[in-house]
DNA sequence: CGCAACCTTATTGTATACAAATAACGACAG
DNA sequence: CTGTCGTTATTTGTATACAATAAGGTTGCG
């Protein structure tokens, strides 16, 4: 994709990251294009492209909203997440080289120091988190599932969860990650796809925590306000 | 998606299944557009969803081809829907209404009577194995579950086993429907699972058998012609 | 006061012209 | 004869104007 929409895309997808875009809210295409420098046709692309990996979505009348999720959508994506990520692993324990798992445990490492640095690093953890992840993914071999799960995989959900992690959770995920390693070392896949169906699903469970506490305390600041 | 750019998406659509665009051949905006009787922009929508859903491919260089299939890329495919559709029958088996249980063994029925037809009727074993399908999928009830098997299924080539299937084949899918039928009466979400992966397999190994047989067959004509 | 048909305005869809990029081709050097 | 460089032709990318459609607001009627 080249210079125009691939910046457009950029641009957008970042603003829904930094929640400059609400969830919920009106994404008009002048008003993008405007915003981006661009005129309308790329922007038109880009939004194809965000809708496929479900940043936005389009009402029966085209109109474009930025996604606002459902608890039921997020623990379905979730579900079809681990169902995925861990087949992924399944295949990686078999096909991994040595180099990488070697790789795969100085991320890990890295998410250690993260979760000891005073405040813990959430840029950090979330960097090498996501390298991780993509290591793993790129040893199962299958263009067809990297792909499957790029459109599973909802950052805005990741960002907002790992933001609130504390150093706890991030040490669990550390644990996690480790005995993740030990499974490649084995070359085990039920070992792997357990572990990794069961990392994502305790994810799942910090995200819907991190979600409630916000509840409350919005609900909190109103009553005090 | 209104007239024009469903058009194309329909046009270009038909014609991959239909064979008249072969796999591998190089598609141009503007020869597609001139050929659907639009413009080339809604030509490029279209060819941007058939690309998510692997009709087309395009290379790094954005030109624009027929999906050519290796079977590695079959399997893999079919692995994935394995998965995919196996976890459907699992939660379709503990959602299933009765009517819609009833609906699938009247779709059944209708399989096979096309296999005992004769000839046998693959069109209409392939309308009523897409319905029993589609009903198990939407008993399923997750729209981001439909919405990742779209991607998956490969109508091109679901088309081309298809074609290919003898009696056989047809009532063995009979018989593993019927299986899988069972399973839904008695909700038993691992049952049904497990009769609908080794299902699609069975189909992944028809379809390999189909396209080796086509190879030889093949070879054999351009021996003797 | 409600609501329904109409008109106005906002927004997206499509066509087309032109710009940029890439592949195809051929000439020339080694 | 082969490979590389430059030129041309083909193809895709982008901007823009205009058409079609949907939303919102207004007026008139029950």
Redesign the interface.
Known sequence: ??KASEHAYRHIRGAILEGILAPGEQLREEHLADSCGVSR?PV??AL??LE?EHFVRRTDS?RTFVTDWSMD?IE??FA?RG??EG?AAARASCRIALGDIERLASHNQSIRRAAESQPINSTIFLEHNREFHAIILQAAG?D??T??LG??IEQPIVLRTARRYDRDQVLRSFAEHEELILAFRRHDPDWAEAVMKAHIRRAFHAYRDAFQNALVRDEARQATG
Chains 1, 2 share one sequence.
Request: net charge positive.
């Open positions: 994709m080249s046709t038109r692309e194809r492209r496929t085209q959508e379905e994506a079809l169902m995925l087949h299958s067809r599932l792909a499957l459109t599973i």
